[in-house]
């Protein structure tokens, strides 16, 4: 397969090498440090298996790359709108586009046929805070995308260096929840590149059951510096976790989803994740603006929607979304 990567870090570039390893023709979208290593060294993946670094064709421009038959978006979802213009170069008709990111997606009433999808006046579905003035819907056409939930954990300790824990586990599946041809194709290219893919015909379901960890355990760990291992140590914490939890499954329920998943099962399995730095904890260290929107935003924009309290997620959300303005402004000044 053609591929690319827009975005090679955690998520993306552990895919990416998986891919180029299993002789795919891999390309990477990155930027300064991080491009450079990769330019000059190749892309390191280490995980308890082995290290592997893969030479690949790297630029931090989107429009360097020809048509491609995949396109892994690796940034954060708060990242995608200004990109999606640019991956035109790259899209075919038949060209899927995975984004391999956290929280609610832009594209989430894409395909969807149930009521939910639309609104009291009849008018399509949106996530405002995601997509307020419909730009990302307009820049791609949701024919292209698969959804994609990501369980694994990884992270950039140097530039051009990934570790990760050894799972790949991709959750995928097509927007309008049925069975297809390419996604059963897409998990057999991932098998065979030592991943471990999980077609499904419910995407929403898996979206939702990822969300519902990373509501909770990601702000908690960024507002506390807090890895896993310890947020999970914390009984206090763990009331705190599990309170949001069940606001975020019974939000779950409301739009016709299935959480997969009560709380109690969802802290062992955090706890089974161990001494690891959540994604918005890594970001919030690397002076990068944190998910807010994507993982709290958007389920408190659709409890609204559906008349639900969420005090908790609600209160975690204004936390978050100070934490990160403060964190914001602290880099503007240390660069001014």
């Known amino acids: 397969m053609r591929v690319v990567v827009v975005g090679a870090g ?6 990416a090498v998986k891919l180029a390893q299993a002789g795919h023709a891999v390309g990477v979208v990155a930027r300064g440090a991080h491009l450079r290593a990769i330019r000059t060294h190749g892309l390191m993946l280490s995980d308890p298996s082995g290290a592997a670094a893969v030479q690949l064709q790297a630029s931090d421009s989107p429009e360097d790359f020809g048509p491609q038959d995949l396109v892994v978006l690796g940034v954060k979802a708060h990242q995608i709108g200004p990109l999606l213009p640019r991956l035109r170069g790259m899209l075919q008709p038949e060209t899927m586009v995975l984004p391999a990111i956290n929280g609610l997606p832009w594209w989430y009433f894409h395909g969807d046929a149930s009521a939910y999808a639309r ?3 009849g008018s399509p579905a949106r996530i405002a805070c ?7 819907d307009a820049a791609l056409d949701a024919a292209h995308i698969v959804g994609c939930v990501v369980h694994g954990s990884a992270e950039v300790t ?3 260096q990934i570790v990760a824990n050894g799972q790949y586990r991709y959750v995928i599946g097509e927007p309008r929840h049925e069975p297809s041809a390419r996604v059963d194709a897409l998990a057999a290219v991932l098998h065979a590149a030592g991943c471990d893919p999980q077609p499904t015909a419910r995407i929403r379901d898996a979206i939702w059951m990822k969300l519902i960890g990373n509501a909770s355990f990601n702000p908690v760990a960024a507002l506390t510096h807090a890895r896993m291992d310890q947020i999970c140590a914390n009984a206090g914490l763990l ?3 599990r309170g949001i939890m069940l606001e975020l499954i019974a939000l779950t329920r409301a739009y016709g989803c299935d959480p997969q998943v009560d709380a109690d099962t969802r802290i062992a399995i955090g ?6 730095k959540p994604s918005t904890l890594q970001d919030l260290e690397r002076g990068r603006s944190l998910e807010v929107d994507p993982i709290l935003g958007a389920p408190v924009e659709l409890a609204r929607r559906a008349g639900l309290a969420m005090p908790l997620t609600e209160a975690m959300l204004a936390l978050l979304a100070e934490l990160n303005q403060r ?3 602290d880099v503007q000044n240390q660069t001014a």
């Open 119 to 121: 609104l009291a006046d």
């Open 239 to 241: 009331d705190l976790l």
């Open 327 to 329: 964190a914001v402004l």
């Open 130 to 136: 995601l997509d307020p003035d419909g730009c990302m």
């Open 271 to 276: 706890r089974g994740i161990g001494a690891v």
């Open 158 to 160: 140097a530039a051009g």
């Open 10 to 15: 955690a998520v993306g570039g552990s895919m």
